[in-house]
Antibody, heavy 125, light 106 residues
Framework: EVQLLESGGALVQPGGSLRLSCAAS????????INWVRQAPGKGLEWVSG????????NYADSVKGRFAISRDNSKNTVYLQMNSLRDDDTAIYYC??????????????????WGQGTLVTVSS | IQMTQSPSSLSASVGDRVTITCRAS??????LNWYQQKPGKAPYLLIY???SLQSGVPSRFSGSGSGTDFTLTISSLQPEDFATYYC?????????FGGGTKVDIK
């Protein structure tokens, strides 16, 4: 059974930093892209970032480019999202989501077939 | 690429046929996915690549379209289908979602 477990969410002040983790199990981790998707309170879904299976390809939403960095440790079956220079509008539930396309590990031309339960990031003074 | 869903909300009864549309600001071939989200829960994949039904999803859900115009259809709405639905393009980065369509009980 595929499982994705996010952790690291917290209350942080504007300008602060936070690192989220997404621990995966139940599939051959390095064969699949992993993405971060967020949802601000009462709002819709926003894709944040994605990383290919080997970690060579990384992409970001314009709203987080230059502030957030995605990485993965395939020996630990874990993806990370380093968030710096946090702003009020980064407040959201952050979900990690697995790419669903077998034999293809890029975030693009793909879909999100499994999601974690989410971790809450609150940016406030 | 901007994704525009319509309507943003709708009221329907059990047994109704429901159609949600999604329009892309440029062609995305068939790289269009649909998700369902219930309050307090993570999204759930319904349809991928415009028309492929995800394993385990009831056959009353179907998707169609290519290029810029896409449709999600629920052939006979069930009580468990009251939720918010999102389209998402994966043609190119940054990946983008539509604004969502909330389906509630009439």
């Amino acid at each position: 059974e595929v499982q994705l477990l996010e952790s690291g969410g917290a209350l942080v002040q504007p300008g602060g930093s936070l690192r989220l983790s997404c621990a995966a199990s139940g599939f051959t981790f390095n064969n699949y892209a992993i993405n971060w998707v967020r949802q601000a309170p009462g709002k819709g879904l926003e894709w944040v970032s994605g990383i290919s299976g080997a970690g060579a390809s990384k992409n970001y939403a314009d709203s987080v480019k230059g502030r957030f960095a995605i990485s993965r440790d395939n020996s630990k079956n874990t993806v990370y999202l380093q968030m710096n220079s946090l702003r009020d509008d980064d407040t959201a539930i952050y979900y990690c989501a697995k790419g669903g396309r077998d034999g293809y590990s890029q975030p693009e031309r793909n879909w999100f077939d499994s999601w974690g339960q989410g971790t809450l990031v609150t940016v406030s003074s | 690429i901007q994704m525009t869903q319509s309507p943003s909300s709708l009221s329907a009864s059990v047994g109704d046929r429901v159609t949600i549309t999604c329009r892309a600001s440029q062609t995305i071939s068939s790289y269009l996915n649909w998700y369902q989200q219930k309050p307090g829960k993570a999204p759930y994949l319904l349809i991928y690549a415009a028309s492929s039904l995800q394993s385990g999803v009831p056959s009353r859900f179907s998707g169609s379209g290519s290029g810029t115009d896409f449709t999600l259809t629920i052939s006979s709405l069930q009580p468990e289908d009251f939720a918010t639905y999102y389209c998402q393009q994966s043609f190119s980065s940054p990946l983008t979602f539509g604004g969502g369509t909330k389906v509630d009980i009439k």
